[in-house]
Each structure stands twice: as structure tokens, then as C-alpha cells.
């Protein structure tokens, strides 16, 4: 009995404990006109991360009562206002907390939300992995360009042949400039428009629950908003270069102008931004050519080639803002880039790891190369306008224009008469080497060298190709009440696409046989691929956002529909054209005629869904269908009567290729530790459906022959499975940080429509049943970062680190010694891609000292160190040792082994030392930039 009094007597004292620990706050305030200090009755009153949600009474009064102490946002809406967002306000217990906010009309979109104080380190709000970048959180970041600063964010993985989010390929993310697709849709990069960092109002990325708005990218979604003038006039000058330490320099130099202004007499209703940025190198190979030349420039070819990698970017944007007629913005980006990267253009192969872009088998001759000029253009106008209380209106067109060159260093794509062979080749030119292996009969021969093209040849590669997309979108949004927010829309594009891609361009042009006789042109280069397309493509849309005591929900569908065009149309009824009657059969019955083109159509439900399991804890949920073009060269290759390649296993364009899906499914928790904290952590699974694939059809040519071509069908998937977290923290005034880490697996059918052409070439069949990993798959990466910025400081400072698993190979075995001694080593087919190179490794940092400080602006000095560890990082992995090449390790057979005394007369390909096998050392840019 003692026993159970006693018991009884702690639970009533841990009862009154808890019931004090427990003691709840009070938020109460009101909502008021801004300006005229109106009450606004009935405006909606939410704690952000919380089911706590109230209305304010005809005196805009309101009050929230038994909420937990703690550090909380506050939301007030208010229709046909513009909502604002509290952060960082404290309750507390048994003392009231009093907040009134101050609305004003609203001129422009609908859902622009006004932020008082810090930005909180999670959005509570939205229910999607996404995160957004202001310009300022990007200055911290050590970064020159926007993928720079992707590639700092989970799910985000660089490789050799651009960005890849979440075990997608580098083409399957959709970029955008002002809600623009900015991406050249036939080089095979996901690249195309550039802009600097420094331009970069806010930045968007969406890797998983895109509503159905957005419906080009089956990976995830880059949305870049430019800058806009602001009330003062600004300017700003940034110079860095890396020839102050001469052991780091890769002869690098940039410069870069700002400028942002109202514009005069227009009451700072017009302002203006513009940049001007231009950087050039020669990167760290060491090899370069004398003089790059630029074909699309024929006047003066080497102007903007000084180095050999010059890129420049040019952005402009105006802004107009009234509240009779809404706001319009009219933006330009402009870029250009003259180099000789092969990883520019990715013919083949631009759904696979591709090796980096250094062209070593010419390096010993660079001006005869291949030179690359990829010059794009974007062009958007855009306006806003709410129409009533509850309705608002954003349009936008744009027009992109993106042209790409490739030739022989700038060289024509051939003479009138040709008189020689260009074709590249190695000659021995050094002291000759007898090499005899004890051969009893007395054969000699000589030891073949490094292999590398000498001749004076030039490269076989001439291709040039333009895109011109007209993008027109429209969204309507309408707010019925504090619930419900539905918006609906439609984007339209019209396209034109030309491609030229002739290798050996010499072949079949004019013979001078005589002064009076010259043959005629019999072919356009040894093989070509020659078209000209206008496809259209657009889409419907139509969602509801619901917002219900915390819970909040976005229910979508989109409708997407897309013609491949009248070249297409045309060569499926012309019985010319070499189309397979499959083929032809297919496209009628899978598509309808409207507007005198054939059109296919596809649904893509989305599902959003996030509700708060306790305070500032809340839980979200995404579903989604999403889906990407095929790139234009396997739907049109080959069709033309006229321009067809005859070269064995020749591409052949299939116009009735459907689009990749992706099928995507996702799980988070976020949660908020008072304003200073944020952390993040999701699940996701996508599948991806109709991957391309290459097989072997026999057709006939223009001449009635029958011969093998290479076509590509929708056949593939793959898997990819992973996990993200992400960890913001704001120290103090001073310092922040981040962490973000992920595990991912991606796994497939196959990896790329390449990878199928070659065991076609091999075994004549791709297996269907055999699963593997995707060749891009690298499953950890670890980002860190700190920076210190402190406004009544001089010092600035960022540093961040990266690690990333390294690339994945397929194992080899050694099977014995030839005569010389070499190990012989054959492909571990069984294990296929099941090993993974060395990781990857860097560290980055930046530091600015204001010499001068006058306000906002003054004189600074700028150091930037780029690998500070020095750490080589393997771009090309040797499969017998799972790192890059280094003198003295053992090579596959078909490598060319270095060693003299393996190096015999029957080695072939070039020399293993490729000094693109490891990425960037150490380098050191420093400068000075003047803020006014």
C-alpha cells in the first residue's frame, strides 16, 4: 500500500511538472490595409509548419491560442492582397505575442509573398524537393556560372559531359530562362544559353514534385530568373586572372561588367540590368593550337578566339512596372563559346558517359582540330497583370536561336577542286628503333611511337546545325478563397531544326584532272546525315494548390502534345523514302491528323501532398509523370531520299521514336529549428520507361539496294532508387553552412542507344532480360560548405568541399603473357560496370578584402584557389587498376602499352598519358573588383 501511495504521489508531481513544461502561448494581432490602416476582415492567419490557422474578425482582429513555445513563421493572406510571411517570430509562454501585418494591394502575380526578416533555412511550404537561390545566397558560393552552383546541391552530380540530377543523362533536365527553355535541343548537352552568376536574380531547382506547369524535363528542372534594375543606380567591374602564380596558371583571365539602373524620366517605373562577362583559358593539357579560328565569324575568324577556350555571356533585362497596367520584363541572354571541346557536341553517345573533351590524338597539331563555335540567343518578353482580387494573368514569349559549328579549325567545309587527301595519320618521325623479338628469320621492324595523328592532316568532322524554337505560355490563376488557389495554362512551341553532319568533307568533291577537265561532284563527303525539320510541340495544364489547416495539396494533370512535322509526314508517304513498313504502319495508327500534320498525345498526372506531423516538422509526398523528347537525330537520320548515308550501320531516323517517361515517386521530411536550422531528408524511386535503344534493320537505298542501317526503337528502362538529405544552418550574424549528401543506384536494361549499337556490331542482338548498372551511376556525394560575410566587415570568405564516388567500370582479367611479356587481360563480362574507380575528391575557396569601403560598394581584392588539396581526379579509369593511367601499370589489350620493352610493332591507338585522364590541378585566380 506504502508502495502504491508512494507511486501515486510521483505521478501527481511529474503530472504538475509536465503540465508546466507544457504551458502553452498566445499569438494575437491584427490585419490592416497598408496605407489607409483599413481592418481586413476574414484574412487568413496561419503558422507556417503547424495545423494553428485562424481568421481575423470584422475589426481584423485574431488571436491563436495553445501553441507551443517555439520559433515560428506567420502567414497572413488576405484575397486581392499581397500575402506576407513573418519569420522568426518567438512564443513563449504565459506572455502574448502581438503581430500586426500591414497588406497591400496587389499589382502584379498572384502568390508573390512579401518576407519580413531572415530567410528561414527549410521552406515549410512547399511540398517538393526544390530548393531556390537568391543572388546573394549564391555570391557565398564558390561559383562562376549556374551549373557551378547546381552542382553544390544534393541529387546534382558533374560529370565529364555536363550535369546529371538524380542517375538521370545530362539532356533529360529542363532548363529555363525566365520560363524559357534555354537549351540547345540538338547538341546533345543539355547546355545552351549561358549566364554568369553574377546575373542571377534567383535560381530554382526542382528535382522532384515539378507541378504540371513545367512538362520538358524528365530529371528535374533548372529555372534561372534574371536580375532586375533596382531603384539606385549601381555598376560594378571584376577582373581575375591566374598568371600571378606561374605554377597554377592555365593562362586564365576574366572580366566582367554589371550595371543596374532606373532608367531617367520614367519615375523608376523602368529599370534596367545588364552584364557583360567574358572568360579565356588554355586550360591545363598544355598542348594548344596557335590560333583558333571561328568559321561562323568569316571576316575577322580569329576576333573572338584569342585562347584556346573563350566564352562570353551577355545578359540585358528591363522591367516595367505599373499598377494600371501590370508588369512587363523583356530579357536578352546571349552567349558564345569558341573552343575545342569535343564534349560540345555529343553526335553519339549523348545518352552515355562520354570521355572528357580534350582531342589528344591531335595534340601534337590542335590547328587542324576540331574547333567548335556554339553561339545561342534568347530573347523573352513577359507580363503580369492581376486582373481582379481573385484572378491573375502571366504571359510569356520567347524565341531561341542556337547555332553550332564544328570544323576543321575554321577551315571551309571544302575547297571548289580538291587536289590532295587530308586524312589524318601517324608517321614515325623520330630516331628509328629496331625492334626483333629473337626472331630466328631475321624480320625487323620499328617500334611504333605514341600514336598520335602527325601527318598534317585535318579532321574529318564538319557538322553545323541551328535550332529556332518561338515559345509562346499563358497562365491564369484564380483564388476563390483561402483554400483553394487553381490555375491552369498552355505553352506552344514552334520549331526549326537544321542539321549537316558530313564526314570527310573532301570526299566526292571536284578533280582538277586538267587545265581543261575537272570531274564532277559525285557525294557529299565519305558519309553524311543531311535534314531540315519544323516539328511543334506544347502542352495544357490545369491544377488546384489546396491549403487546409496546414495540410496542403497540389493536384494536377498535363497534357502534352507534340507532330513530329511535315519532313517526317512526308517521308513515311513517300515509298522513296527508306521508312520500314512497320515503321510506316505504326506512325498512322499512333497518331491523328489535325491542322495537316500528325500528332501524338500523352497524359502526366502530378500529385503533391504535405501536412505538419508536429511543429515545424512536416511531412511531404510526390507522384508525377514526366517526359523528354528524343533527341531529333533519331527520328529524322537518314530520311531523305536524296541525303542518305551508305556507309555500314548508318543511322536511320524512326518518326514514330515516342518519349522517354519517367515515373517518379517520393517521401520527405523537413523540419525547422527555429530560423536558424533547416534539415531535409526524402526517398525517392524513378522508373523510367521507353529508354532508346539502337537495332539493325535492312532497307533499301536510292538505288533499290538492300543495305544495314542502325534505327532506334523505345524498348529500355531503368531504375533508380536513392536518398537525399540536406543540412542549412545560420551560425550567426556572421557565419552559415551547409551539408548535403545522397545514395543513389541506377539501374537499367541498358546504357545508352551507343552502348546497343556496339554489341550489335558485335553479336548482332542486344539481350533483353539482362539488368545492369547504368554507366553514369556514381552513388555517393557528399557537398559541405562555410561562409563567413559580415556587412561591417571587411573580410569575406567561402570554402566548400566535395565528394563524389568515381566512375563505374567493368573489371578485367588476366589470362596469361604474350611473347613479349605482356599481361593479357580479357572483359569480365559477369561483373558488367560492377566496380567503381577512384573517388573524387576538392576543396574550393574564395576570399574578397575591401581596400576601400564607401556604403554597398568600394575596392576589393579577390583570391580564388580552385582543388586547394590537388587532388587528380580520374576522368578515364583503366580497368585493371580502377584509377587514371600512370607509367608502369598494366593496360587492356586495346591500349597502347607505353613500356619499351611491351611496346612492339603490332600496339595500336595512341599513347594512355592523356592529360585529360584527371581533372584540373590547383589553381589560383586572383583580382580586384571596384562596387559603386
Given at each position: 500500500?506504502?508502495?502504491?501511495?508512494?507511486?501515486?504521489?510521483i505521478a501527481l508531481i511529474l503530472c504538475q511538472f509536465a503540465g508546466i513544461?507544457?504551458?502553452?502561448?498566445?499569438l494575437r494581432g491584427r490585419a490592416l490595409e497598408k496605407g489607409t490602416n483599413e481592418p481586413l476582415p476574414n484574412a487568413a492567419v496561419s503558422i507556417v509548419g503547424t495545423f494553428y490557422q485562424t481568421l481575423t474578425d470584422f475589426d481584423g482582429n485574431f488571436e491563436i491560442r495553445d501553441i507551443k513555445p517555439g520559433t515560428y513563421s506567420v502567414k497572413f493572406q488576405f484575397i486581392g492582397y499581397q500575402p506576407i510571411l513573418f519569420n522568426d517570430i518567438k512564443i513563449v509562454?504565459?506572455?502574448?505575442?502581438?503581430?500586426?501585418?500591414?497588406?497591400?494591394?496587389?499589382?502584379?502575380?498572384?502568390?508573390?509573398?512579401?518576407?519580413?526578416?531572415?530567410?528561414?533555412?527549410?521552406?515549410?511550404?512547399?511540398a517538393s524537393s526544390a530548393i531556390t537561390l537568391t543572388g546573394n545566397e549564391i555570391g557565398k558560393l564558390v561559383a562562376k556560372g549556374v551549373e557551378d552552383v547546381l552542382a553544390q546541391q544534393a541529387g546534382v552530380q558533374r560529370t565529364t559531359d555536363g550535369l546529371q540530377i538524380r542517375g538521370a543523362r545530362v539532356y533529360e533536365t529542363e532548363y529555363l530562362i525566365d520560363g524559357?527553355?534555354?537549351?540547345?535541343?540538338?547538341?546533345?548537352?543539355?547546355?545552351?544559353?549561358?549566364?554568369?552568376?553574377?546575373?542571377?536574380g534567383s535560381l530554382n531547382l526542382m528535382t522532384g514534385g515539378a507541378s504540371a506547369e513545367y512538362g520538358g524535363g524528365s530529371a528535374g528542372i533548372i529555372n534561372t530568373r534574371i536580375k532586375e534594375g533596382g531603384e539606385k543606380f549601381s555598376w560594378s567591374l571584376n577582373y581575375q586572372t591566374d598568371q600571378m602564380v606561374d605554377a597554377t596558371s592555365f593562362n586564365t583571365d576574366e572580366l566582367e561588367v554589371t550595371v543596374s539602373t532606373p532608367v531617367p524620366f520614367t519615375k523608376k517605373k523602368l529599370r534596367l540590368f545588364t552584364t557583360a562577362r567574358g572568360q579565356w583559358s588554355d586550360h591545363y593539357f598544355g598542348s594548344t593550337a596557335n590560333q583558333l579560328k571561328s568559321s561562323l565569324f568569316p571576316d575577322n575568324p580569329e576576333l573572338w578566339a584569342p585562347r584556346q577556350s573563350n566564352d562570353y555571356t551577355h545578359t540585358v533585362k528591363l522591367s516595367y512596372a505599373d499598377k494600371t497596367v501590370g508588369k512587363f520584363t523583356l530579357t536578352n541572354s546571349h552567349s558564345l563559346k569558341v573552343n575545342q571541346n569535343s564534349r560540345t557536341l555529343q553526335i553519339v553517345g549523348f545518352d552515355a558517359l562520354l570521355t572528357p573533351g580534350f582531342q589528344f590524338d591531335r595534340s601534337n597539331n590542335l590547328d587542324n582540330a576540331t574547333t567548335y563555335t556554339h553561339h545561342s540567343n534568347l530573347t523573352v518578353l513577359g507580363w503580369n497583370k492581376r486582373i481582379n482580387a481573385k484572378t491573375g494573368l502571366t504571359v510569356s514569349a520567347g524565341r531561341l536561336f542556337t547555332n553550332l559549328r564544328a570544323d576543321a579549325n575554321g577551315r571551309p567545309f571544302r575547297a571548289e577542286t580538291v587536289d590532295q587527301i587530308y586524312d589524318e595519320a601517324y608517321i614515325f618521325t623520330g630516331d628509328l628503333t629496331v625492334f626483333n623479338p629473337n626472331d630466328p628469320y631475321g624480320n625487323y621492324y620499328l617500334i611504333p611511337g605514341n600514336g598520335l595523328v602527325n601527318n598534317g592532316g585535318v579532321t574529318p568532322i564538319w557538322h553545323d546545325h541551328y535550332a529556332a524554337e518561338n515559345t509562346f505560355k499563358g497562365k491564369l490563376t484564380y483564388q476563390p478563397n483561402p483554400i483553394h488557389t487553381v490555375s491552369g495554362g498552355l505553352e506552344h512551341a514552334l520549331t526549326e531544326y537544321q542539321w549537316v553532319d558530313v564526314y570527310r568533307p573532301w570526299v566526292g568533291a571536284p578533280i582538277v584532272l586538267n587545265d581543261s577537265t575537272t570531274t564532277p561532284s559525285v557525294s557529299i563527303g565519305?558519309?553524311?546525315?543531311i535534314w531540315k525539320v519544323s516539328p511543334q510541340k506544347g502542352g495544357l495544364f490545369a491544377q488546384d494548390r489546396i491549403e487546409y489547416k496546414g495540410v496542403k495539396a497540389t493536384l494536377g494533370m498535363r497534357f502534352n502534345y507534340w507532330a513530329p512535322g511535315k519532313f517526317a509526314d512526308n517521308a513515311?508517304?513517300?515509298?522513296?523514302?527508306?521508312?520500314?513498313?512497320?515503321?510506316?504502319?505504326?506512325?498512322?495508327?499512333?497518331?491523328?491528323?489535325?491542322?495537316?500534320?500528325?500528332?501524338?498525345?500523352?497524359?502526366?498526372?502530378?500529385?503533391?501532398?504535405?501536412?505538419?506531423?508536429?511543429?515545424?516538422?512536416?511531412?511531404?509526398?510526390?507522384?508525377?509523370?514526366?517526359?523528354?523528347m528524343p533527341h531529333p537525330r533519331f527520328m529524322y537520320?537518314?530520311?531523305?531520299?536524296?541525303?542518305?548515308?551508305?556507309?555500314?550501320?548508318?543511322?536511320?531516323?524512326?518518326?514514330?521514336?515516342?518519349?522517354?517517361?519517367?515515373?517518379s515517386y517520393e517521401v520527405g521530411y523537413k523540419t525547422l529549428v527555429g530560423s536558424r536550422i533547416g534539415w531535409t531528408i526524402n526517398a525517392f524511386n524513378n522508373n523510367r520507361f521507353d529508354y532508346i535503344v539502337s537495332r539493325r534493320v535492312i532497307t533499301t537505298d536510292a538505288t533499290g539496294r538492300p543495305v544495314t542501317k542502325t534505327m532506334y526503337i523505345n524498348q529500355d528502362y531503368a531504375k533508380i532508387i536513392g536518398v537525399e538529405t540536406q543540412l542549412n544552418a545560420r551560425l550567426n550574424n556572421s557565419f552559415s553552412s551547409f551539408f548535403n549528401g545522397s545514395y543513389q543506384q541506377a539501374r537499367g536494361k541498358s546504357n545508352s542507344a551507343r552502348e546497343s549499337a556496339l554489341q550489335i556490331a558485335q553479336t548482332g542482338e542486344v539481350p533483353l532480360t539482362q539488368e545492369q548498372f547504368l554507366a553514369w551511376d556514381r552513388p555517393w556525394k557528399f557537398n559541405a560548405g562555410v561562409s563567413f560575410q559580415n556587412d561591417s566587415s571587411k573580410f569575406r570568405a567561402s570554402l566548400n568541399a566535395q565528394y563524389t564516388s568515381g566512375y563505374r567500370y567493368t573489371p578485367q582479367i588476366l589470362e596469361g603473357y604474350n611473347d613479349l611479356g605482356r599481361p593479357q587481360y580479357r572483359v569480365d563480362n559477369a561483373n558488367y560496370l560492377r566496380e567503381r574507380g577512384a573517388y573524387w575528391f576538392g576543396i574550393n575557396g574564395k576570399a574578397s578584402y575591401a581596400l576601400v569601403k564607401f556604403g554597398t560598394g568600394g575596392i576589393l581584392l579577390n583570391v580564388e584557389v580552385m582543388n586547394i588539396t590537388g587532388r587528380r581526379n580520374a576522368q578515364l579509369v583503366n580497368p585493371i587498376t580502377g584509377r587514371a593511367y600512370e607509367y608502369g601499370d598494366d593496360v587492356p589489350l586495346t591500349w597502347r602499352d607505353p613500356r619499351p620493352e611491351f611496346n612492339g610493332p603490332q600496339e595500336t591507338g595512341t599513347d594512355p598519358r592523356n592529360p585529360a585522364r584527371y581533372s584540373a590541378p590547383t589553381q589560383i585566380l586572383a583580382g580586384i573588383q571596384i562596387k559603386w
Amino acid at each position: 500500500m506504502r508502495y502504491s501511495k508512494a507511486l501515486l504521489t510521483i505521478a501527481l508531481i511529474l503530472c504538475q511538472f509536465a503540465g508546466i513544461a507544457q504551458q502553452k502561448g498566445v499569438l494575437r494581432g491584427r490585419a490592416l490595409e497598408k496605407g489607409t490602416n483599413e481592418p481586413l476582415p476574414n484574412a487568413a492567419v496561419s503558422i507556417v509548419g503547424t495545423f494553428y490557422q485562424t481568421l481575423t474578425d470584422f475589426d481584423g482582429n485574431f488571436e491563436i491560442r495553445d501553441i507551443k513555445p517555439g520559433t515560428y513563421s506567420v502567414k497572413f493572406q488576405f484575397i486581392g492582397y499581397q500575402p506576407i510571411l513573418f519569420n522568426d517570430i518567438k512564443i513563449v509562454s504565459r506572455k502574448p505575442t502581438v503581430l500586426t501585418a500591414k497588406l497591400q494591394e496587389q499589382s502584379e502575380m498572384l502568390n508573390a509573398v512579401t518576407v519580413v526578416g531572415r530567410k528561414n533555412q527549410v521552406d515549410l511550404e512547399k511540398a517538393s524537393s526544390a530548393i531556390t537561390l537568391t543572388g546573394n545566397e549564391i555570391g557565398k558560393l564558390v561559383a562562376k556560372g549556374v551549373e557551378d552552383v547546381l552542382a553544390q546541391q544534393a541529387g546534382v552530380q558533374r560529370t565529364t559531359d555536363g550535369l546529371q540530377i538524380r542517375g538521370a543523362r545530362v539532356y533529360e533536365t529542363e532548363y529555363l530562362i525566365d520560363g524559357i527553355s534555354a537549351q540547345d535541343p540538338l547538341a546533345g548537352t543539355g547546355g545552351g544559353v549561358s549566364v554568369s552568376s553574377s546575373s542571377v536574380g534567383s535560381l530554382n531547382l526542382m528535382t522532384g514534385g515539378a507541378s504540371a506547369e513545367y512538362g520538358g524535363g524528365s530529371a528535374g528542372i533548372i529555372n534561372t530568373r534574371i536580375k532586375e534594375g533596382g531603384e539606385k543606380f549601381s555598376w560594378s567591374l571584376n577582373y581575375q586572372t591566374d598568371q600571378m602564380v606561374d605554377a597554377t596558371s592555365f593562362n586564365t583571365d576574366e572580366l566582367e561588367v554589371t550595371v543596374s539602373t532606373p532608367v531617367p524620366f520614367t519615375k523608376k517605373k523602368l529599370r534596367l540590368f545588364t552584364t557583360a562577362r567574358g572568360q579565356w583559358s588554355d586550360h591545363y593539357f598544355g598542348s594548344t593550337a596557335n590560333q583558333l579560328k571561328s568559321s561562323l565569324f568569316p571576316d575577322n575568324p580569329e576576333l573572338w578566339a584569342p585562347r584556346q577556350s573563350n566564352d562570353y555571356t551577355h545578359t540585358v533585362k528591363l522591367s516595367y512596372a505599373d499598377k494600371t497596367v501590370g508588369k512587363f520584363t523583356l530579357t536578352n541572354s546571349h552567349s558564345l563559346k569558341v573552343n575545342q571541346n569535343s564534349r560540345t557536341l555529343q553526335i553519339v553517345g549523348f545518352d552515355a558517359l562520354l570521355t572528357p573533351g580534350f582531342q589528344f590524338d591531335r595534340s601534337n597539331n590542335l590547328d587542324n582540330a576540331t574547333t567548335y563555335t556554339h553561339h545561342s540567343n534568347l530573347t523573352v518578353l513577359g507580363w503580369n497583370k492581376r486582373i481582379n482580387a481573385k484572378t491573375g494573368l502571366t504571359v510569356s514569349a520567347g524565341r531561341l536561336f542556337t547555332n553550332l559549328r564544328a570544323d576543321a579549325n575554321g577551315r571551309p567545309f571544302r575547297a571548289e577542286t580538291v587536289d590532295q587527301i587530308y586524312d589524318e595519320a601517324y608517321i614515325f618521325t623520330g630516331d628509328l628503333t629496331v625492334f626483333n623479338p629473337n626472331d630466328p628469320y631475321g624480320n625487323y621492324y620499328l617500334i611504333p611511337g605514341n600514336g598520335l595523328v602527325n601527318n598534317g592532316g585535318v579532321t574529318p568532322i564538319w557538322h553545323d546545325h541551328y535550332a529556332a524554337e518561338n515559345t509562346f505560355k499563358g497562365k491564369l490563376t484564380y483564388q476563390p478563397n483561402p483554400i483553394h488557389t487553381v490555375s491552369g495554362g498552355l505553352e506552344h512551341a514552334l520549331t526549326e531544326y537544321q542539321w549537316v553532319d558530313v564526314y570527310r568533307p573532301w570526299v566526292g568533291a571536284p578533280i582538277v584532272l586538267n587545265d581543261s577537265t575537272t570531274t564532277p561532284s559525285v557525294s557529299i563527303g565519305s558519309s553524311n546525315d543531311i535534314w531540315k525539320v519544323s516539328p511543334q510541340k506544347g502542352g495544357l495544364f490545369a491544377q488546384d494548390r489546396i491549403e487546409y489547416k496546414g495540410v496542403k495539396a497540389t493536384l494536377g494533370m498535363r497534357f502534352n502534345y507534340w507532330a513530329p512535322g511535315k519532313f517526317a509526314d512526308n517521308a513515311v508517304a513517300d515509298s522513296s523514302s527508306p521508312v520500314l513498313p512497320a515503321i510506316r504502319e505504326a506512325y498512322d495508327q499512333n497518331s491523328f491528323r489535325a491542322g495537316g500534320l500528325n500528332w501524338k498525345v500523352r497524359l502526366l498526372p502530378r500529385l503533391n501532398v504535405s501536412f505538419p506531423v508536429t511543429e515545424n516538422n512536416v511531412l511531404y509526398f510526390n507522384y508525377g509523370h514526366s517526359m523528354r523528347m528524343p533527341h531529333p537525330r533519331f527520328m529524322y537520320a537518314g530520311l531523305d531520299p536524296q541525303y542518305q548515308d551508305r556507309s555500314f550501320l548508318s543511322s536511320l531516323g524512326n518518326p514514330n521514336l515516342n518519349p522517354e517517361v519517367n515515373i517518379s515517386y517520393e517521401v520527405g521530411y523537413k523540419t525547422l529549428v527555429g530560423s536558424r536550422i533547416g534539415w531535409t531528408i526524402n526517398a525517392f524511386n524513378n522508373n523510367r520507361f521507353d529508354y532508346i535503344v539502337s537495332r539493325r534493320v535492312i532497307t533499301t537505298d536510292a538505288t533499290g539496294r538492300p543495305v544495314t542501317k542502325t534505327m532506334y526503337i523505345n524498348q529500355d528502362y531503368a531504375k533508380i532508387i536513392g536518398v537525399e538529405t540536406q543540412l542549412n544552418a545560420r551560425l550567426n550574424n556572421s557565419f552559415s553552412s551547409f551539408f548535403n549528401g545522397s545514395y543513389q543506384q541506377a539501374r537499367g536494361k541498358s546504357n545508352s542507344a551507343r552502348e546497343s549499337a556496339l554489341q550489335i556490331a558485335q553479336t548482332g542482338e542486344v539481350p533483353l532480360t539482362q539488368e545492369q548498372f547504368l554507366a553514369w551511376d556514381r552513388p555517393w556525394k557528399f557537398n559541405a560548405g562555410v561562409s563567413f560575410q559580415n556587412d561591417s566587415s571587411k573580410f569575406r570568405a567561402s570554402l566548400n568541399a566535395q565528394y563524389t564516388s568515381g566512375y563505374r567500370y567493368t573489371p578485367q582479367i588476366l589470362e596469361g603473357y604474350n611473347d613479349l611479356g605482356r599481361p593479357q587481360y580479357r572483359v569480365d563480362n559477369a561483373n558488367y560496370l560492377r566496380e567503381r574507380g577512384a573517388y573524387w575528391f576538392g576543396i574550393n575557396g574564395k576570399a574578397s578584402y575591401a581596400l576601400v569601403k564607401f556604403g554597398t560598394g568600394g575596392i576589393l581584392l579577390n583570391v580564388e584557389v580552385m582543388n586547394i588539396t590537388g587532388r587528380r581526379n580520374a576522368q578515364l579509369v583503366n580497368p585493371i587498376t580502377g584509377r587514371a593511367y600512370e607509367y608502369g601499370d598494366d593496360v587492356p589489350l586495346t591500349w597502347r602499352d607505353p613500356r619499351p620493352e611491351f611496346n612492339g610493332p603490332q600496339e595500336t591507338g595512341t599513347d594512355p598519358r592523356n592529360p585529360a585522364r584527371y581533372s584540373a590541378p590547383t589553381q589560383i585566380l586572383a583580382g580586384i573588383q571596384i562596387k559603386w
